[in-house]
């Protein structure tokens, strides 16, 4: 089992940045992939980033590439989600989701076997 914890959530004006983290304990993580996604009231969940934890590739959804950057510390094993300017259909809950092998497909959901509780990202003026 790999427990995922997130933090960094927030209220933010339009054109701010937030950085998310995730921490993961329980087990090791180097053959996994770590993503992250997002779900707004009404929509469906949305694939945002992931990074594949044996080489540090790196994912992104096509609605955040070039905003939001992905990065780790491997010592703490915690992946984060770095947001920039933030705008409001930015807003949504925030998960952390792990995957372990084979973990092929980065960008759908249903391929991750662990999930965080969410982070809640609020961006109002």
């Known amino acids: 089992q790999v427990q995922l914890v997130e933090s960094g959530g927030g209220l933010v004006q339009p054109g701010g940045s937030l950085r998310l983290s995730c921490a993961a304990s329980?087990?090791?993580?180097?053959?996994?992939?770590m993503g992250w996604f997002r779900q707004a009231p009404g929509k469906e969940r949305e694939f945002v980033a992931a990074?594949?934890?044996?080489?540090?590739?790196?994912y992104y959804g096509d609605s955040v590439k070039g905003l939001f950057t992905i990065s780790r510390d491997t010592a703490k094993n915690t992946v984060y989600l770095r947001l920039n300017n933030l705008r409001p259909e930015d807003a949504a809950v925030y998960y952390c989701?792990?995957?372990?092998?084979?973990?092929?497909?980065?960008?759908?959901?249903?391929?991750?076997?662990?999930w965080g509780q969410g982070t809640q990202v609020t961006v109002s003026s």
């Open positions: 989701a792990a995957a372990r092998p084979p973990n092929r497909v980065v960008r759908t959901a249903s391929n991750y076997d662990y």
């Open positions: 329980g087990r090791s993580i180097s053959s996994y992939v």
């Open positions: 990074m594949r934890w044996s080489d540090g590739s790196v």
